[in-house]
């Protein structure tokens, strides 16, 4: 699944030619299919979706092909399995720790309801089964986040369980789905105090870590997925530790363009897949080329623009030629893992920056922003560390150029001497064993 990914509500057709170009894997499903936050597939076949509600019509980032009409597990499915068969991947929502929408107080209970209609309404649901999860703050108010939602403590009982029944539904229900990608790891930050895990202080008191109610549920749900050959990714929100990420797939970030965010990621992501979100055209300048090769150089991947992302980048002239442009050199990356190999590669004349990758049956240097007007570029490789004494092949893939180029090679002692063309101070070389 390594890529570029989207997070797009887009279930029409695709210019699939044009988005393989670019490098485009997966799809976090943008999924205002749920009824509301946190009921991601309710007990029934079919639901109304929150695109289709009045508070979806209130916000400008809801943006749905299917707008007034009810989804279902069937065509969920039937998604998935589309984007199977053009050779992508979809990740479907996940959240543990928001739910509901524009959520009221326990005085708006519906006492009368059935039992099994509660989960039509969110505020009647939260408080008849799921209650033990909300997080409250010093002034015995909840936190309110996204759609009047309150912020959930994952570590609660009754709530975990929602939360594994969930995942589960996931894994019965839609099969083609590669797994899920669960939002706003923001709010782990906090505490509850209403609750002691037995390691956590704050304040004075004993209290819960929400991050240590993540990896209680994470060794949980982790297992479910893993088992049934699915992944799991998330948008941390907030630079991350390792230790949060024993379960975890593949990161994709909303705020990878920023530096400490993006660092962060890109340490944890070593040998996972790490996928910046790119918020729209304005985020490629001024300097596009420069957007691009950051990512190279880390081996981080760029959202690509697909129909109907939501707050991220669309389809148009300027944005697909660049895409289109640099496609084939993250092309290269795709299955990376840093090489952590000692003095395994280096620029000769440091004039460029360089970064080395292993790849399935072999390794891709990302060689970028060289010195202005610079055509070309000398590389050291250690082949003895690489192991690159029998036989291998090396080319460059250019920004922009339509097939690989030979690349210059020596052999001198343990060390390989590449004279490597570039072009816009680029190129990704590919070392084949």
């Known amino acids: 699944m390594l890529g570029c990914g989207a997070y797009s509500s887009w279930e029409g057709e695709l210019d699939t030619a044009r988005l393989k170009k670019m490098n485009f894997r997966f799809n976090w ?34 943006r749905s092909p299917y707008k007034g009409a009810p989804t279902s597990r069937k065509q969920l499915e039937a998604y998935s399995k589309l984007m199977r068969g053009y050779g992508f991947h979809v990740l479907n929502y996940f959240n543990v720790t928001e739910f509901g929408t524009r959520v009221k107080g326990p005085e708006a209970v519906n006492k009368n309801i ?8 969110c505020t009647d649901f939260l408080y008849a089964k799921i209650a033990d999860g909300i997080l409250y703050n010093d002034n015995g108010s909840y936190y309110r986040t996204w759609g009047q939602a309150v912020v959930m403590d994952a570590g609660a009982k009754n709530y975990q369980n929602f939360l594994l029944e969930q995942a589960k539904r996931h894994i019965d229900y839609l099969p083609s789905s590669s797994g899920i990608c669960i939002d706003r790891m923001d709010w782990l930050r906090y505490f509850n105090t ?11 008191r004993p209290a819960r870590s929400l991050f240590n109610s993540w990896k209680n549920l994470m060794d949980k749900i982790g297992p479910m997925m893993h088992d049934n050959d699915k992944v799991i990714f998330v948008n941390p929100m907030v630079s991350m530790r390792l230790d949060m990420m024993k379960q975890v797939d593949g990161i994709y970030s ?3 363009e920023h530096g400490p965010g993006l660092n962060s990621s890109v340490f944890l992501g070593l040998c996972m897949p790490v996928c910046a979100w790119t918020w729209s055209e304005s985020s490629l300048m001024p300097d596009p080329d420069y957007y691009m090769q950051r990512f190279l150089y880390l081996g981080v991947f760029p959202s690509a623009p697909v129909p109907d992302n939501n707050h991220e980048i669309r389809p148009g002239k300027f944005a697909d030629t660049w895409y289109l442009k640099y496609g084939p050199l993250f092309k290269a990356l795709n299955g990376r893992k840093w090489c952590l190999k000692p003095h395994a590669a280096a620029v000769v004349k440091n004039d460029a920056k360089a970064n080395l990758f292993e790849v399935p049956g072999g390794y891709a240097l990302a060689i970028v922003l060289a010195d202005s007007n610079k055509t070309s570029t000398n590389i050291a490789l250690n082949a003895k560390e690489l192991g690159l004494s029998g036989k291998y092949s090396i080319d460059a893939l250019l920004p922009g150029g339509e097939s690989a180029v030979p690349v210059k090679s020596e052999m001198i002692k343990n060390t390989i001497l590449l004279t490597v063309p570039l072009q816009s101070r680029c190129a990704v070389v590919r070392i084949r064993q």
Not at 116 to 121: F, G, I, Q, S
């Open 29 to 62: 499903k943008a999924s205002f299919d749920f009824p509301y936050m946190g009921m991601f597939l309710p007990p029934v076949e079919q639901w109304q979706t929150f695109a289709t509600s009045a508070e979806a019509a209130k916000d400008p980032w809801v």
């Open 114 to 121: 059935k039992e099994e209609d509660l989960w039509k309404n």
């Open 194 to 204: 209403r609750a002691d895990d037995g390691i956590s202080w704050y304040e004075g």
């Open 254 to 256: 909303e705020h990878n």
